[in-house]
């Protein structure tokens, strides 16, 4: 046969398909028998295959018998596994084949991977794990072996294979009688709960559902009335209108064959960096509870860093920006990639020296700019993170995404000791120390965002010296640099001190530390094997100082749009070989829930009393988190919804309830206020929520967010448009001084300058205080008030200008998604996240 790397793999897959299934190496020289792979007990094969009987191309003999396993293996050459069930015997059932094909040009192991079995199809090929390729995941094994990636042993053929342990009764237990049918049983049928049997891995791997059935709610099946509603005039988008993202299938750039010369896909990390139920895996007492995989891929995978290439919210942003400035185009691809698809858009400034286009995120693996959709499609992935430079990092040199990287053949890691061996056998790729990895400077670098400032013709405003004016548009990273929690420069408060990583990658779970290895590869705890790598090349150690990749934060919309789109969004919802564990993205969501709830705010009533025929409420909202709330770009936003409740819990008096579309609307009734549209038609000016201090009206509502004008003066949501702060009351850190790095972008405006919780020489509280005044007429029956503090990452007045400045396939997507995202008994449900809720009697 020709080799894959000549004439592409779709090809060879198909001719090595027909050449197994006509059994055309049957003639070769193979194993004397079928025989075990590890032990059999208890009903269930421990072994890292099926039994296996493996035949040897004559170049793979050659290798083997004459050469004593030395040199290379010759390109061309096949390794044919056959598979049976376990455990080994003469008359065990034919199952499929795993092959290895020798092709030096593919990849840097230099082999082609495959599993194969009769009348089998894929489910969902687009998006299922691949069964056959360069750089698969069984080099998350073999790998570990003594050279050229294979364990073969010439006693298989010749002498007496390994034997295990295999526990196997030569009778069948007693039948177990069945039972009289009693009259209330008698017509209806009983199915047996089957005995869990271990899967083979490959072939657990090709048939691993991708959405396992129960793990989400379904998306509507119309659209959304109360979105309608609230938006008019919203797009009646089908889903046949709706454009797909290529799955998650082609995102595979693999190291070429004399090592990587630039980046990789999380692909080649996904092997080695998944669970297993001994590793990565948090098991329960309840065997009924499925265990959570905390692996490193998979948590990754499921945030919103690892879909960042997909995010349709960013993607509709992204499209407003360019309907907005045509003119720009290149800017906008070029600039938002370097952090969205960071590695597409350095790859092919290093290959072709040319800018990153919007258009080759659709890039198929066959298509000229194949590599650089996949790279970037793939997100903020694992190379962007393990292989930044030190250099340079938390100046603002760096910012927006320009950070320096390390070279291709190395990635960083937290720990000073490590097994290299099989991942340079594998990749090429070097693990080592990088203490850069530990920093929050290395978050800096994506999570501040600095922009220059376009007017309505796209034209560069100039400051009051004649320079382009830049607006600095996401400051999360400064935020913490001007906070207790910083830990870069003195002086520093060592006891509150926290990084990024603290909160984000945290090293416990339901409050118990983690203890794992970072990898599941064949080492001394697998079955015994020939040729296996020394053992002390292979160890890892149990870390107890194991960092979770939750990178979460809480946008939840964006999750659950994933966990209901994912053929439209293109990803495997399902972990590609711990199917038994509970699904990603819901962990993901799970934790973010949990970031929310814990660790995000506190809210409390600090006095309630009757004062001049008004009852008075004071409420103090604490900020938890390390930066502002909200922090990052400017749509986000958090609110206070304030009740008074009778004695029997309805509602009497209200500032901040919202509809089911997640708009605000004045006190009980469901009249939406102008300012969720910062325009009030009976005046035709535009208006916001002011920062108060007293909120003595129902139409008045407590907001922390920021609005800012564009350069003609009208509130804007375009990045680039970024003129004039009107409003900035985001609760600040703990800590923060105005005095203190780059206080000047992260302070307060409007009206929050003069409150004395956020401007404080002695460092702001973190902490807001505000009163609630409600006339007595209105609050005699009153038995109790309640204070919820609300969250939306994509509140209506952010919607509404994607849905109507947008006019391509992204914003009909946004709206798609939108409009049939069902968030019934979700945490969002309402379109909005509750962080935090108390309830203080009267």
């Not at 998944?274 to 905390?294: C, H, I, M, Q, T």
């Not at 070029?334 to 790859?347: D, L």
């Not at 711990?578 to 819901?586: A, P, Y």
């Not at 997507?813 to 939108?818: A, C, F, I």
Request: charged residues 25%; aromatic residues 10%; negative net charge.
């Amino acid at each position: 046969m020709p080799n894959a790397s000549d004439i592409g793999t779709k090809k060879f897959e198909q001719l090595l398909y027909a050449f197994l299934e006509k059994k055309c190496y049957q003639n070769w020289i193979a194993d004397a028998r079928i025989r075990d792979s590890g032990p059999f007990i208890g009903g269930a094969s421990f072994g890292t295959h099926d039994s296996v009987k493996i035949f040897y191309s004559p170049e793979v003999w050659d290798w083997l018998k004459y050469r004593n396993r030395q040199g290379e293996i010759p390109d061309g050459a096949i390794i044919v596994k056959e598979m049976f069930t376990t455990p080994a015997k003469p008359e065990a059932a034919f199952k499929g084949w795993t092959v290895m094909v020798k092709d030096k040009k593919g990849s840097f192991d230099g082999w082609y991977w495959s599993y194969h079995a009769y009348n089998y199809v894929p489910q969902h090929p687009n998006t299922d794990y691949p069964d056959s390729g360069f750089g698969l995941y069984c080099l998350r094994c073999h790998a570990s072996a003594e050279k050229e990636s294979t364990f073969i042993a010439l006693k298989n053929v010749e002498g007496d294979p390994i034997s295990f342990r295999i526990s196997e009764s030569t009778m069948s237990p007693e039948p177990t009688p069945k039972p009289t049918p009693t009259p209330q049983l008698a017509n209806r049928q009983a199915t047996p709960s089957p005995t869990p049997v271990a899967k083979e891995e490959h072939k657990q791997v090709a048939e691993v559902e991708s959405i396992p059935p129960g793990s989400f709610a379904p998306a509507r099946e119309s659209p959304n009335p109360e979105l309608a509603k609230v938006f008019a005039n919203l797009p009646n988008v089908s889903v046949d209108q709706v454009k797909s993202f290529p799955g998650e299938t082609y995102d595979h750039v693999v190291p070429e064959a004399g090592g990587p010369k630039g980046f990789l896909t999380s692909s080649q990390c996904l092997g080695c960096h998944g669970a297993s139920r001994e590793n990565l895996a948090f098991l329960f007492a309840d065997p009924k509870k499925k265990p959570v995989n905390l692996s490193p891929y998979t948590e990754w995978r499921a945030s919103m860093m690892g879909l960042a290439g997909r995010d349709p919210i960013f993607h509709a942003q992204l499209e407003s920006e360019k309907t907005l400035y045509p003119a720009r185009r290149e800017f906008f691809d070029n600039t938002c990639y370097r952090c969205h698809g960071v590695m597409g858009q350095r790859q092919i400034t290093l290959d072709r020296h040319q800018p990153f286009e919007h258009q080759m995120v659709y890039a198929l693996p066959d298509e000229p700019d194949g590599k650089y959709g996949a790279l970037a499609r793939d997100g903020i992935s694992c190379a962007a993170c393990h292989q930044m430079a030190k250099d340079g990092l938390g100046t603002p040199a760096v910012f927006t995404g320009q950070f320096k990287q390390d070279p291709p053949d190395a990635v960083n890691g937290p720990y000073d000791q490590v097994a290299t061996l099989p991942m340079k056998q594998a990749l090429g790729v070097t693990p080592r120390f990088g203490d850069q990895i530990k920093t929050s400077a290395l978050c800096g670098s994506c999570h501040t965002v600095i922009l220059p400032v376009f007017n309505s013709k796209g034209e560069a405003v100039l400051d009051g010296a004649g320079k382009p004016k830049e607006f600095h548009e996401q400051m999360t990273y400064p935020e913490w640099q001007n906070s207790i929690y910083q830990n870069e420069r003195e002086p520093m408060n060592r006891e509150t001190a926290r990084t990024c990583q603290d909160c984000h990658m945290q090293k416990q779970f339901l409050t118990r530390q983690l203890l794992y290895r970072v990898a599941n590869i064949e080492d001394d705890t697998y079955p015994f094997v020939d040729y296996r790598a020394p053992d002390k090349e292979l160890n890892l150690r149990v870390r107890d100082q194991f960092s979770r990749h939750t990178l979460i934060g809480l946008n939840q919309f964006g999750l659950m749009m994933f966990q209901q789109f994912p053929s439209i969004l293109g990803i495997r919802t399902a972990d590609y070989m711990f199917d038994e564990g509970m699904v990603g993205l819901l962990t993901a969501q799970n934790s973010s829930t949990d970031l929310a709830r814990n660790e995000t705010a506190r809210i409390e009533v600090t006095s309630l009393e009757t004062k001049g025929g008004y009852l008075e409420a004071e409420v103090r909202v604490e900020n938890l988190a390390g930066h502002g709330l909200p922090s990052g770009v400017g749509f986000r936003r958090a609110f206070l919804t304030f009740e008074v409740l009778d004695a029997q819990g309805k509602v009497i008096w209200a500032s901040g309830r919202t509809n089911q579309a997640g708009a605000i609307v004045k006190g009980t009734s469901e009249d939406i206020l102008p300012t969720e549209f910062f325009f009030d038609p009976a005046t035709g000016k535009e208006v916001f929520q002011p920062h108060y201090e007293v909120i003595d009206d129902e139409g008045h509502v407590q907001i922390y967010e920021e609005v800012i004008e564009d350069p003609q003066g009208k509130i804007t949501t375009s990045f680039t448009a970024l003129d004039h702060v009107l409003k900035n009351n985001r609760l600040l850190p703990k800590g923060w001084r105005r005095e203190g790095p780059y206080g000047e972008f992260t302070a307060p405006h409007g009206d929050a300058e003069r409150d004395p919780e956020y401007i404080n020489p002695a460092g702001a509280s973190g902490a807001d205080r505000i009163v609630y005044r409600i006339p007595g007429a209105r609050a005699g029956g009153a038995a109790s008030v309640r204070v919820t503090l609300n969250y939306q990452a994509i509140p209506p007045s952010y919607l509404k200008d994607r849905f109507t400045i947008g006019k391509g396939a992204e914003t009909e997507r946004l709206v798609y998604l939108t409009s049939h995202l069902n968030l019934t008994q979700s945490p969002i449900e309402g379109w909005k996240l509750p962080i935090v809720s108390v309830t203080r009697k009267r």
